[in-house]
């Protein structure tokens, strides 16, 4: 079992930046591969970003990429997802998940536990 905590969400001006934290309590954090997706109003939970467990590799949605970092810090018990050059489409509720499994951690059904998200609000 692991609880996710998100915090660092917030209104931002677009092409500004958020820096989003997610901390694990629990199980040992290094045994999850990590993500980030978002919902926005109306819309369905998407993919945004994920990291490995030892963070050897990191995916991102193409909407993204180029513009947001994944990171973790496993002393920590932390990922991060450092948000630039933000764009009113970005708007959602941002939500981090760990996966046990090692699958392809694009999609949400490949995650076992979820936090209660964090609100990004992107004005034009």
């Known amino acids: 079992q692991v609880q996710l905590v998100e915090s660092g969400g917030g209104l931002v001006q677009a092409g500004g930046s958020l820096r989003l934290s997610c901390a694990a309590s629990?199980?040992?954090?290094?045994?999850?591969?990590m993500g980030w997706f978002r919902q926005a109003p109306g819309k369905e939970r998407e993919f945004v970003a994920a990291?490995?467990?030892?963070?050897?590799?990191?995916y991102y949605a193409d909407s993204v990429k180029g513009r947001f970092t994944i990171s973790r810090d496993n002393a920590k018990n932390t990922v991060y997802l450092q948000m630039n050059s933000l764009k009113p489409e970005d708007t959602a509720v941002y939500s981090c998940?760990?996966?046990?499994?090692?699958?392809?951690?694009?999609?949400?059904?490949?995650?076992?536990?979820w936090g209660q998200g964090t609100q990004v609000t992107v004005s034009a």
């Open positions: 998940a760990a996966a046990i499994a090692a699958g392809e951690i694009v999609s949400k059904d490949d995650y076992d536990y």
């Open positions: 629990g199980r040992t954090f290094s045994a999850y591969d």
């Open positions: 990291v490995r467990r030892f963070g050897s590799s990191t």
